[in-house]
Structure formats: C-alpha cells, structure tokens
C-alpha cells in the first residue's frame, strides 16, 4: 500500500486486545513476550529445545517443539508471528513460515533489523513484515530469566519504512504497548546506527574492560567494585549470542568502534604528552548528564500524526529523531 492509496487510521485505531500471537523461540525475550501477553492475549510459543518447552508449560504457559505445527495453528488464526532467536537461525525460520504461514503478518525481536529485512526478503518475498526491538534484556538467558516485567517502562521500536502498512503497524505497536513498553518508530538503517553506539559499543567496550582487569591479577579482580561490576555487566551474557548480535551489525558497529579507538588514541596520545584526560572525561561527563536528563523527564508524546495518511511513516521519524514516542 503506497501513501496515496492509504486509508487513514487514526492513533485510537490501537485495540486493546492485540489479536493472537505466535512466538518463535523462548529465551529471555520471547519468553518474557510469552508470560507478559498470556495475560490479555491469545498467545502461545515455539521453541527448538523440548527442554525449554517442557519448563514453559509447567510455569503454565502454552508451548511447543513442534514448528510446522506450530505455524499451521498460526495459520489458522491469523496469529502474528514474532521472531525471538538470534539471527543466525532466521533463514530457517523464515522458510519454515513461508511453507506453513505465508499470509501471516510477520514481527521481530532482534536487535539488529537491516540484517533481519534482508533475511525475511529473501527468504520470503511476499512476507508481510514489520521488524521491532525492545530496548530491555540481561546479561542472563533462557527460560529461566524470563519475566514478564521486562518490558515495562521500556523502549520498543517499530520499523517506520515508508512502504510499511499502516494496519499492520498498528497490530505490531499494539504488541509493544501490551508487554508494558512505549514504540519508537524508525527506519531500520537509523535503529542500527544508533544502537551500535548505545548497546553493541558497549557490548565491546564491556569485552575490553574485563579482559584488560581480569589480565591484571587476582588481586585486580578482588578489589574490582561497583566501576569494574557496572562497566562489565553486559560482558557476562552468552558469547554466542553476543557475537549473533555484533557481527549483524557490522557495518555500523565498525563505524562506531572506529570513533570510539580514535577517542582513545587521542587521549592516549594527551595522557603520554601532557599528562591529561581532560577532552574525553568532560564530553563524556556533558553526554551522560544528557541522557540522564532526558530519561529522567516522561517522554513526549509524537501528536497531529493519522497513521495512514499521506507522509505517516516519514512524519513518525521525524519526530522520533527529536525524542519523541508513540503511546497510542
């Protein structure tokens, strides 16, 4: 559907129920989708491990190893599907669903999404898809670390490209502000370029800090306290899935990373020829001091938009790119 062919729905078009939804995959994430939805939505999951499957229904919730099974009941439904594995395992996901689901409105959880377009395009060309990221999660995974609060009070991006429909926009959002989160809408290559510098850099800078610290001695390590503890947390999530996660997004991250070593350099270089750390601890003490201001204030809300009509995708960016959100 194209902008001048659209018909116009308006911000309370958002129903309170979501429709029904299918989750693939119930590690932390789609598990916590799992539990928070069960509550007011038809939902039910799939995962490859029947351990993981057997834990799910004895917490009570509605679960299967059985993916062809799985989306046919999708299917048969009209179910959303939600993609909760990393992104190495997606072609396979994605021709599973195009064989048993084909006319299913397709979501994500991944938290890169150009690498997830691409993979959904190819391997189902006819999809019909609107990625999403949650900005929430653990250094912990599995069944086991799921929770249904997870999302609550969280960041959730909805893919905002400028062929996107807006009826199944809406359904995606709905998704998000049920688990508990507010939307951000974007377009997918901004959502990479700005979470390789606020999520996946760090990721790398954790790496780092723990390497060079626990290199150092045991005595490095026993006297490490709440600097050494906060600065590595995410460091301690499964390396499998980090790696997923960091080589998806390589070309942004490479952008980032390449900032960041020469940040460093420079003030390497300050610190050998004038004993000074100055540059770099007072742009970062001005850059934390604005985050910290902007995520103490309620976001505001994006207004005068009617998804549907003609420019909805670009005028949700744009608004966006000023920080602000969707509530419905």
């Known amino acids: 559907m194209t902008d001048s062919d659209a018909q116009p729905l308006p911000a309370t078009a958002i129903p309170p129920e979501t429709g029904a939804v299918c989750v693939l995959g119930l590690g932390l994430i789609g598990g916590s989708l799992l539990r928070v939805l069960a509550d007011t939505t038809s939902v039910f999951g799939w995962n490859r491990s029947m351990t993981t499957v057997d834990a ?21 439904i009209d179910a959303v599907i939600v993609f909760a594995t990393p992104v190495t395992t997606l072609p396979a996901l994605v021709a599973a669903v195009a064989e048993h689901a084909p006319r299913n409105l397709l979501t ?15 391997g189902h060309p006819a999809a019909r898809f609107v990625g999403g990221h949650p900005m929430a999660g653990t250094s912990h995974s599995g069944w086991a670390a799921t929770d249904a609060d997870l999302f609550r009070g969280a960041m959730w991006m909805v893919s905002t490209g ?3 429909d807006p009826a199944d926009w809406l359904r995606v959002a709905a998704i998000a502000l049920a688990a508990g989160a507010t939307v951000v809408p974007a377009a997918d290559d901004a959502h ?27 005595l490095a390590l026993r006297l490490a306290a709440g600097s050494f503890r906060d600065g590595t947390r995410v460091a301690g999530t ?46 970062g003490h001005r850059a934390r ?14 207004t005068g938009v009617t998804v549907g009509s003609p420019g909805w995708q670009q005028e949700l960016r744009r608004q966006a790119h000023t920080g602000r959100v969707w509530v419905g």
């Open 238 to 283: 499964a390396p499998a899935l980090q790696r997923a996660m960091l080589e998806a997004n390589d070309a942004a991250l490479l952008n980032v990373l390449s900032e960041a070593i020469d940040r460093l350099t420079n003030i390497r270089d300050d610190l050998r020829d004038r004993g000074s750390v100055e540059i770099l601890v007072d742009d």
């Open 56 to 76: 799910a229904r004895a917490d009570g919730y509605d679960a299967s190893a059985d993916l062809p099974e799985t989306l046919r009941r999708a299917a048969a």
């Open 162 to 164: 400028d062929g996107t």
């Open 289 to 302: 001091l604005a985050y910290e201001a902007m995520s103490s204030r309620p976001p505001v809300p994006i």
């Open 108 to 122: 994500d959880v991944v938290s890169v999404k150009e690498a997830v377009t691409r993979i959904v395009a190819a």
């Open 192 to 218: 990479d370029r700005a979470v390789a510098a606020i999520s996946h850099l760090p990721h790398l800078m954790a790496a780092a800090t723990a390497a060079v610290g626990a290199g150092e001695s045991g």
